[in-house]
């Protein structure tokens, strides 16, 4: 078992390495890129300077072209990404971006091939006026007439990246309600010590990793919306999701995403022992009913210990998942080895889900943007900080479904992450009945004009304490 999970670490660690190095050239090569234009404009073509600017370039997009038949950046909404990573920018760049959202560039290929001359023939094509490309059909086909056999440049595409089509909201909230359905399911059969459903249980969770595979904000979204009189089950739902979100996000495998979605949703299941009043008291526990709340993992992991199709991975996780290693871990055993990483994972998203919910004896709850502080304050404390760093870049500060008040007045509904984590993709609200999905406007937070930000964020609102229905916009 050590050295399984010694492996199983080892994996997604790399995983998640590798993408961070993938994503580190990509912005390196976009800084060069822009080098070579500004040298453009202040050197000859044959200058020294402007070649070696050139030739780092050519350097590093030969390192992208590895096992590739070409190195694709794409400029959506004021980001940049390189195949379907986003690259973090520097506000310094935002000219540069404005400068190809003015010549209609929404992407650019570099091809093997590639030489400095080619890309000093790029840079003076880009540095001429948007006005000159009309006559030859746009930028793209001047690219063509220029000869630049080994750089490819596409017209801008309005990219939807609203919340997802109103079909896809409805399979998503479907979705959601029947695997809340199921966990009841599955809790009244170990309360009653009858067989649990494995295979319908594996059915909704292999359904939940396709819809999150097809679109991860879709199902991500439903989670900001907390259950209040349905916690318990939501609970699991939801940490279920948010596990499977971050096994995609490290890249891990299909079968092992799914595997995560089982032990997501089974975390908690040996709180069929712990009585209903004590799980929603709204007091403190007393000294023997935190002693029957901490008996939960060793309860669940009998639970699931013997039941045929179910992976033992889910028994490993619902034992091990409050083993954060500092004063409040439980069950507490000495000398024990380091959580496998499926529990790792399983233990943030529960964190995170349990630092934001709605119970039914107090609906308001701790804002996405301060639970995820809370987890950044605990990493390397209770939380593995290579997880926890990926779970911040993948749901970002502000998640999916979360409420913005703007510098300029107006509200938006968080539906996408950016390569900034202050600066989310955002649904501008203004009759806030749930028509603004099909009608509204959504802009990147990251838009530009003249080198400035259109829109900053000012804090969020807590949609209950503003009585804003958010089912409206994802079910």
Do not use: C
């Not at 349905?230 to 299909?254: C, M, P, R, W």
């Not at 799914?258 to 299941?269: Q, Y």
Request: proline share 4%; charged share 20%; aromatic share 8%.
């Amino acid at each position: 078992m050590p050295d399984a999970q010694a492996d199983d670490r080892g994996e997604s660690r790399q995983s998640f390495f590798v993408k961070q190095q993938l994503i580190g050239s990509a912005k390196t090569a976009f800084q060069q890129a822009a080098a070579v234009l500004k040298n453009s404009l202040l050197y000859p073509e044959a200058h020294p300077f402007l070649l070696a600017t050139a030739e780092k370039l050519v350097g590093t997009i030969g390192h992208l072209l590895v096992g590739r038949t070409e190195a694709a950046f794409y400029l959506v909404g004021g980001e940049l990404f390189f195949e379907t990573l986003s690259v973090p920018l520097d506000q310094s760049l935002a000219l540069l971006m404005e400068q190809f959202a003015g010549r209609e560039v929404g992407g650019i290929s570099f091809k093997p091939g590639l030489t400095a001359k080619d890309l000093i023939k790029f840079a003076a094509l880009m540095n001429r006026e948007p006005e000159s490309f009309r006559v030859q059909g746009g930028i793209s086909q001047a690219s063509s007439q220029e000869g630049l056999e080994h750089i490819e440049l596409h017209r801008a595409q309005l990219m939807n990246r609203t919340i997802v089509s109103v079909e896809t909201k409805q399979g998503a909230s479907a979705l959601f309600m029947d695997a809340v359905s199921m966990v009841k399911e599955l809790v009244q059969a170990v309360h009653l010590d009858k067989a649990i459903n494995a295979r319908k249980m594996n059915t909704v969770v292999q359904t939940m990793v396709d819809s999150v595979l097809e679109n991860r904000d879709a199902l991500m979204g439903l989670t900001s919306i907390k259950m209040y009189d349905e916690y318990t089950f939501a609970h699991s739902v939801n940490a279920s999701i948010l596990a499977i979100s971050l096994g995609t996000y490290l890249s891990f495998d299909k079968p092992r995403v799914a595997a995560l979605g089982v032990a997501g949703l089974l975390h908690d299941i040996g709180k069929v022992s712990v009585p209903i009043e004590i799980i929603n008291k709204p007091d403190k526990l007393s000294e023997e009913e935190w002693e029957l709340i901490k008996r939960h993992p060793v309860e669940g992991a009998l639970a699931l210990s013997d039941i045929p199709g179910v992976t033992k991975l889910a028994m490993i996780a619902a034992f091990e998942h409050h083993q954060h290693g500092d004063a409040r871990s439980y069950p507490w055993i000495d000398d024990r080895p380091q959580q496998h990483p499926f529990s790792q994972i399983v233990a943030i998203a529960d964190a995170y889900d349990a630092l934001t919910a709605a119970r039914v004896y107090f609906k308001s709850r701790m804002p996405p943007d301060q639970a995820m502080r809370t987890l950044i304050k605990k990493r390397g404390v209770a939380f593995e900080p290579a997880f926890v760093k990926a779970f911040v870049n993948m749901i970002g500060l502000f998640p999916v479904g979360t409420l913005l008040k703007l510098d300029t007045g107006e509200v938006g509904l968080v539906v996408h992450q950016t390569r900034d984590l202050m600066r989310p993709r955002i649904l501008l609200l203004g009759a806030f009945d749930g028509s603004e999905r099909e009608t509204g406007e959504e802009v990147s937070l990251l838009e530009t004009a003249g080198g400035r930000y259109k829109r900053s964020l000012l804090g969020s609102i807590d949609p209950y304490a503003a009585n804003i229905d958010l089912k409206k916009y994802f079910s």
